[in-house]
C-alpha cells in the first residue's frame, strides 16, 4: 500500500495567504455592498514596464519563426539573462560572482522550499519569528522541524525579532546547521545593516552553518548602510547561499522569473553545494521560458531600470502614506522604509486575528495577520504597499476614522 509523506498531516491549518485569501472572499460575499481593498498578499499592481513588454513581444515573435524557436532551454538559466544578472547585481557592487553561480528560476518561493531538497534531514534549522511561513512549512513538509507543539515547531530553532530589538535576530545560543535570514524583512519591513550581518557570517564559519538568505526585497532599499546583497559581507561566499526575484523588484509576480546564487566556494565537507543545486535543478526543473528571460533580461536595459525604478518608487511612497496614517491614528508602525511591508502594533493590546477582523470588518480593507507569521507576530498586523496610491490613501482614510 502507497504510503503518504505523513509530516504534511503536522501542518497545522491552512497555507497563510490562503486562509486570508478565503476570510476575504467569504467577507466579499456576505457583504457584497462593502468595497475592499486588498493590502495582504504582497502583490504588485502596477502593470509591467514598457521596456519589458516590448522585450516580451519580440521574443514571442521569435518563437514564432524557424531560426527564432526555442525548446527547452538551459536548466540553470540562459547566459543571456545569467550574465545581465552578474554584471548588473553584483559587479557593479563590487561582488564577485560567476555566471554558473547564478540559477534562473520560476521564483524565489519555489527556489526557497526546494533548497531543503540539498540538505540532510538532521540539520537544526533556525528561522526568524516572525518569519514568511514558506520556510517553516517546508521545513516541516521535510521532517525537519519535529512536531507542532502549542505555537512553535519542536525542532526548529526560533529567534524571535522583537520591537525592542529593532526586529533583528539574536545570534543562536546553541549551535544550528541552517539559517534562514531575509532582509529587508518579510513580514516587518525591518533591515539590518553590514555591521549587523558580519556576526552571521562568523557564527556561520565558526559553526559549519549554511545562511539561506532571501533578499527578495532589496530593491526597496533606501539607506546607505543596507547592502542589497549578503555578498556585500567579506566571507558570505563560503557561508550563504542567496535568494533574488524579479517579482516585487520588476512586477513579475504572475509573469514568474527568479535567481538562486550559490557560490562554488559554499562546500559541506568538500562537497560544493553548487554542485548539488545544479544536480537538483537539472533533475527537477526544465528552466524559465524563453519569453520570460528576454523580459526579464529587460529589467536591465536602461529604460528598464528607469521604468522599474519608478514603480518601486512609487510603492515606497505608499508604504510612506501608510506610515504616516497609522501613526497619525495613534499605532506604533515599523519598517516601509527600506521594504514595501508595514507591521503595525494592534491598540489596546488586541491579538492580530482579532484586529485583521475589525479592519476587515469595519472598513473592507484586508491585511494579513502577524500572528501568522509566528507566535512572535501575535499583536501585529502586516500591511504591504503594492496597492495603488488611490486605494492606499483610501484605505488609509478608512482605518484612521474607525481609529478615531
Ligand atoms: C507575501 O505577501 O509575504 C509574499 O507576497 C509572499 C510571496 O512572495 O510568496
Excluded at 497619525?328 to 494592534?346: H, Q, R
Aim: hydrophobic letters at 35%.
Amino acid at each position: 500500500m502507497a504510503k503518504i509523506n505523513d509530516n504534511y498531516l503536522k501542518l497545522p491549518g491552512a497555507y497563510l495567504f490562503s486562509t486570508v485569501a478565503r476570510k476575504a472572499s467569504e467577507f466579499t460575499e456576505a457583504h457584497p455592498e462593502m468595497e475592499i481593498i486588498k493590502m495582504s498578499i504582497g502583490d504588485v499592481t502596477k502593470p509591467l514596464a514598457p521596456a519589458v513588454i516590448e522585450a516580451m513581444h519580440k521574443a514571442v515573435d521569435e518563437m514564432g519563426t524557424a531560426e527564432g524557436f526555442h525548446g527547452y532551454g538551459p536548466e540553470q538559466g540562459y547566459d543571456f539573462l545569467r550574465n545581465s544578472i552578474v554584471e548588473h547585481d553584483y559587479k557593479s557592487r563590487g561582488i564577485d560572482i560567476a555566471t554558473d553561480e547564478i540559477f534562473v528560476s520560476d521564483g524565489a518561493k519555489s527556489d526557497c522550499g526546494n533548497i531543503g531538497d540539498i540538505f540532510s534531514q538532521d540539520n537544526k534549522v533556525a528561522v526568524c519569528d516572525p518569519v514568511y511561513p514558506v520556510y517553516v512549512d517546508t521545513n516541516a513538509m521535510a521532517g525537519r522541524a519535529g512536531d507542532f507543539v502549542g505555537e512553535h515547531w519542536s525542532n526548529l530553532y526560533y529567534m524571535p525579532c522583537l520591537a525592542e530589538n529593532d526586529f533583528l535576530p539574536r545570534i543562536p545560543t546553541e549551535k544550528v546547521d541552517i539559517i534562514y535570514l531575509c532582509f529587508p524583512n518579510n513580514p516587518t519591513g525591518m533591515t539590518a545593516t553590514r555591521e549587523q550581518l558580519k556576526p552571521w557570517i562568523e557564527y556561520a564559519k565558526a559553526n559549519g552553518a549554511v545562511i539561506l538568505y532571501d533578499s527578495a526585497y532589496e530593491a526597496f532599499i533606501t539607506e546607505d548602510d543596507v547592502p542589497h546583497s549578503i555578498y556585500e559581507i567579506d566571507g558570505a561566499k563560503e557561508v550563504a547561499i542567496e535568494f533574488r526575484s524579479f517579482s516585487k523588484t520588476a512586477g513579475f509576480t504572475g509573469t514568474r522569473c527568479a535567481y538562486t546564487v550559490v557560490p562554488h566556494d559554499l562546500k559541506i565537507d568538500g562537497t560544493e553545494l553548487n554542485s548539488l543545486w545544479n544536480r537538483h535543478q537539472c533533475t527537477k526543473f526544465n528552466g524559465v521560458p524563453y519569453v520570460i528571460q528576454k523580459a526579464a533580461e529587460a529589467v536591465y536595459s536602461e529604460d528598464g531600470q528607469k521604468q522599474t525604478k519608478e514603480a518601486i518608487k512609487y510603492y515606497l511612497e505608499n508604504a510612506k502614506i501608510i506610515r504616516e496614517a497609522l501613526t497619525e491614528a495613534g499605532l506604533t508602525v515599523y519598517g516601509g522604509v527600506n521594504a514595501p511591508y508595514i507591521w503595525a502594533k494592534a491598540p489596546n493590546g488586541m491579538k492580530s486575528w482579532e484586529f485583521f477582523d475589525k479592519i476587515l470588518e469595519e472598513t473592507g480593507v484586508v491585511t494579513t495577520p502577524g500572528a501568522g507569521f509566528g507566535p512572535s507576530g501575535e499583536g501585529y498586523v502586516r500591511l504591504t504597499a503594492f496597492s495603488t496610491k488611490e486605494n492606499t490613501v483610501k484605505a488609509m482614510e478608512k482605518i484612521k476614522s474607525m481609529l478615531k
